[in-house]
């Protein structure tokens, strides 16, 4: 079975401040593919990153940055400087070749960005 | 984007009536998701499709039942509703299997069972 935990429920910064929201997942498949999703206010479900479990490397986007270690099978997601439009629920997914197509969701973490 | 359409947007529906939610994809994507949305559980895999005719049990599947007949649809009926299936509904698709391209999602259908 697979499992995707955020443990933070909600995270409030105030803008400009940097926030990175957790993500550690199960799974005992070797073959697998991490994702993070951005759900705005709006409601929509907005693709951010996706990854598979044989590159390692850490990615960089504008103000967005991702940490992926197997060796603590976390996927941690990093916004830097953080705006008042970033506040949204993200959600961290999990699915692997084994899993049947399934995207197995975290919990979603809820972040508020205040001016 | 992928062309997702789901409707209705919104129902407000009786207990024990049935309920059928549409996605409507434009993209010509071979696999289909019906995903449920409920605070503290993220999104949970209700029923999905590989193909026409071709579906498959998600983790939430008792009380729902799903229809594929064309490619660019993919049907959620509510057989009965029930209180505890209010819920946001998100479609979703995808090209390619598992993990070797994104899911892409509807904007989602808020059903609301009195």
């Known amino acids: 079975a697979q499992k995707v935990t955020q443990a933070q429920t909600e995270i409030s910064v105030v803008e400009k401040e940097d926030v990175t929201l957790d993500c550690v997942y199960e799974t005992r498949d070797t073959t697998y593919y991490l994702f993070w999703y951005k759900q705005p206010p709006s409601g929509e479900l907005v693709f951010l990153i996706r990854r598979n479990s044989f590159d390692e490397q850490n990615e960089i986007s504008g103000r967005y940055s991702w940490n992926f270690q197997k060796s603590t099978s976390s996927f941690n997601f990093t916004i830097t400087a953080s705006q008042v439009v970033d506040s949204a629920v993200y959600f961290c997914?999990?699915?692997?070749?084994?899993?049947?197509?399934?995207?197995?969701f975290g919990g979603g973490t809820r972040l508020m960005v205040k001016p | 984007d992928a062309g997702i359409t789901q409707s209705p947007r919104h129902k407000v529906t009786e207990t024990g009536t049935p309920v059928t939610l549409r996605c409507h994809q434009t993209e010509n994507h071979r696999y289909m998701y019906w995903y449920r949305q409920d605070p503290g559980h993220g999104l949970r895999l209700i029923h999905y499709s590989y193909g026409v005719k071709d579906t498959d049990k998600g983790e939430v599947s008792d009380g729902y039942s799903v229809s594929r007949s064309k490619t660019e649809d993919f049907l959620l009926t509510l057989e009965s509703a029930t209180s505890s299936q209010t819920s946001v509904y998100f479609c979703?698709?995808?090209?390619?299997?598992?993990?070797?391209?994104?899911?892409?999602f509807g904007q989602g259908t808020r059903l609301t069972v009195v």
């Open positions: 997914a999990l699915t692997s070749n084994n899993a049947g197509n399934m995207l197995t």
């Open positions: 979703a698709t995808q090209g390619r299997k598992g993990g070797d391209t994104e899911a892409f």
